[in-house]
């Protein structure tokens, strides 16, 4: 199960920067984040009093307060600081790529502010993620024209408040459910980009089709797939398998943004991919030996976990 669910969330994660490129031309980043959250956000909230009222039950004002902290780092500053990139005319694979420094920061940060433990292993198969990223990255950016160095920046931005949220989550003494944590964040930052649509006038959206299109792929896409996966399998696996798993998205949209939108795609660009995909095996393979006590002739070690 937790394969398949990896796997659905490694596309539906992609999905996020190709669902960008695709509203990129159509409308600025704020208005296409407002309309991608605020029909959201009302369908979630009209779930919370019928459907899902039940798990609302027992979350107290303090818990609450902190999914919405979690939400506006994890999804408003994410979000805005990768569409605007894209904007900015940085590729969907080199925006996916910066991001993937995120695992790397929050591994650094697992063990001093979890109090989680980190194989030897674990770090080897992190340290191929980071190789990999850094070989599309240095690919990508050597094919880009006309993009302004500090563009590459906004994503590295974005990247933090992702690394940030997930320690702040991972450091609460409870958890919410899952529902209550998607209705929170999504319901945050539609009022955060409907302040700075309004502040910005950019509210009104445009009759143009794509943007349409654009929007509907994010909805259902990245949102309920790829957000939704990521809280789900943090809880489920913990930070490192997450962590690793991340590695995978900026080869992976580099793959898709070249079939969609004609990006560079070469070489080194095939080879940061492989070393991707070898960092994922190294750590799912210590992890599986870690849960079979006999696999070493003796008792197995803990294993990772938030």
């Given at each position: 199960?937790?394969?398949?669910?990896?796997?659905?969330?490694?596309?539906?994660?992609?999905?996020?920067?190709?669902?960008?490129?695709?509203?990129?031309?159509?409308?600025?980043?704020?208005?296409?984040?407002?309309?991608?959250?605020?029909?959201?956000?009302?369908?979630?909230?009209?779930?919370?009093?019928?459907?899902?009222?039940?798990?609302?039950?027992?979350?107290?004002?303090?818990?609450?307060?902190?999914?919405?902290?979690?939400?506006?780092?994890?999804?408003?500053?994410y979000?805005?600081?990768?569409?605007?990139?894209?904007?900015?005319?940085?590729?969907?694979?080199?925006?996916?790529?910066?991001?993937?420094a995120?695992?790397?920061?929050?591994?650094?940060?697992?063990?001093?502010?979890?109090?989680?433990?980190?194989?030897?292993?674990?770090?080897?198969?992190?340290?191929?993620?980071?190789t990999?990223v850094?070989?599309?990255t240095?690919?990508?950016?050597?094919?880009?024209?006309?993009?302004?160095a500090?563009?590459?920046?906004?994503?590295?931005?974005?990247?933090?408040?992702?690394?940030v949220?997930?320690?702040?989550?991972?450091?609460?003494?409870?958890?919410?459910a899952?529902?209550?944590?998607?209705?929170?964040?999504?319901g945050?930052?539609?009022?955060?980009?409907?302040?700075?649509?309004?502040?910005?006038?950019?509210?009104?959206?445009?009759?143009?089709?794509?943007?349409?299109?654009?929007?509907?792929?994010?909805?259902?896409?990245?949102?309920?797939?790829?957000?939704?996966?990521?809280?789900?399998?943090?809880?489920?696996?913990?930070?490192?398998?997450v962590?690793?798993?991340m590695?995978?998205?900026?080869?992976v949209?580099a793959?898709?943004?070249?079939?969609?939108?004609?990006?560079?795609?070469?070489?080194?660009?095939?080879?940061?991919?492989a070393?991707?995909?070898?960092?994922?095996?190294?750590?799912?393979?210590d992890?599986?030996?870690?849960r079979?006590?006999?696999?070493?002739g003796?008792?197995?070690?803990?294993?990772?976990?938030?």
């Amino acid at each position: 199960m937790n394969l398949l669910l990896s796997i659905a969330f490694v596309g539906a994660w992609s999905s996020g920067f190709i669902g960008a490129g695709l509203g990129a031309g159509s409308a600025p980043a704020v208005t296409l984040l407002l309309w991608r959250f605020l029909p959201l956000a009302v369908v979630l909230d009209l779930a919370a009093l019928t459907v899902t009222r039940y798990a609302w039950r027992g979350t107290t004002r303090r818990e609450l307060a902190r999914q919405v902290l979690v939400g506006a780092l994890s999804q408003s500053g994410y979000l805005l600081t990768v569409y605007y990139a894209i904007q900015l005319g940085v590729s969907t694979g080199t925006t996916a790529l910066v991001d993937g420094a995120q695992p790397l920061v929050t591994g650094a940060l697992a063990g001093p502010l979890l109090g989680t433990r980190v194989s030897r292993t674990q770090w080897a198969g992190l340290g191929l993620g980071v190789t990999g990223v850094a070989v599309v990255t240095t690919a990508d950016a050597g094919a880009a024209e006309g993009v302004a160095a500090w563009a590459y920046l906004v994503p590295f931005l974005g990247m933090l408040c992702l690394v940030v949220a997930t320690i702040l989550d991972r450091r609460s003494p409870s958890r919410v459910a899952p529902s209550v944590a998607m209705t929170v964040h999504v319901g945050t930052s539609a009022v955060v980009f409907g302040a700075l649509a309004a502040a910005t006038g950019t509210a009104a959206p445009p009759s143009d089709t794509s943007f349409w299109v654009a929007v509907g792929w994010l909805v259902v896409l990245p949102t309920f797939g790829g957000y939704g996966l990521y809280w789900l399998l943090l809880r489920r696996s913990g930070v490192a398998r997450v962590n690793t798993l991340m590695f995978l998205m900026a080869p992976v949209t580099a793959v898709w943004g070249a079939l969609m939108f004609d990006e560079p795609f070469g070489v080194q660009t095939g080879a940061g991919l492989a070393l991707g995909l070898l960092a994922v095996a190294v750590v799912h393979r210590d992890e599986r030996q870690r849960r079979q006590p006999h696999a070493r002739g003796g008792a197995s070690r803990e294993t990772v976990s938030g």
